[in-house]
């Protein structure tokens, strides 16, 4: 199990409070033990947020996946039809990804990547993906 940290700097204030205090300014690290591994090193920021999300990548390891974003688009366009949502709203969601794809391609984005997600896995186990969250079906 992985946990962020603050490695406090020599002039925190705070550094006496040790690792667990993390009201302050100083940079995040992550700490802990991954397939018997330990793991110890800065995350590169300061912003709270940030460091969870790398944390969960991290732990995802070998669990994340790159998808070309015109395939990513498509597939979650195809999701959202097999899921019978109203035509406004995949309409809504068409109009949003277009921009999402040429914003990508001005930029010479070309793949996206996160963790492995199959939707059949997760109705399958009775449960519902919210961003992070999970909730039962049941």
Request: proline share 2%; hydrophobic share 30%.
């Amino acid at each position: 199990m992985l946990k962020k940290f603050r490695r406090h700097l020599k002039n925190c204030p705070h550094r006496r409070k040790g690792r667990k205090y993390t009201k302050c300014g100083c940079p995040l690290w992550v700490d802990g033990m991954q397939d018997g591994k330990r793991i110890r090193h800065s995350l590169d920021t300061f912003n709270d947020e940030q460091a969870a999300t790398k944390v969960l990548e991290i732990e995802a390891g070998d669990s994340t996946v790159k998808v070309l974003v015109s395939k990513a688009v498509q597939e979650y366009m195809e999701d959202c039809e097999s899921r019978e949502l109203s035509d406004r709203t995949i309409d809504g969601y068409g109009r949003v990804l277009d921009s999402l794809v040429l914003f990508c391609k001005a930029r010479a984005i070309s793949w996206i990547g996160g963790p492995r997600y199959s939707r059949d896995q997760e109705v399958s186990q009775g449960k519902r993906r919210i961003g992070f969250l999970e909730e039962d079906l049941h």
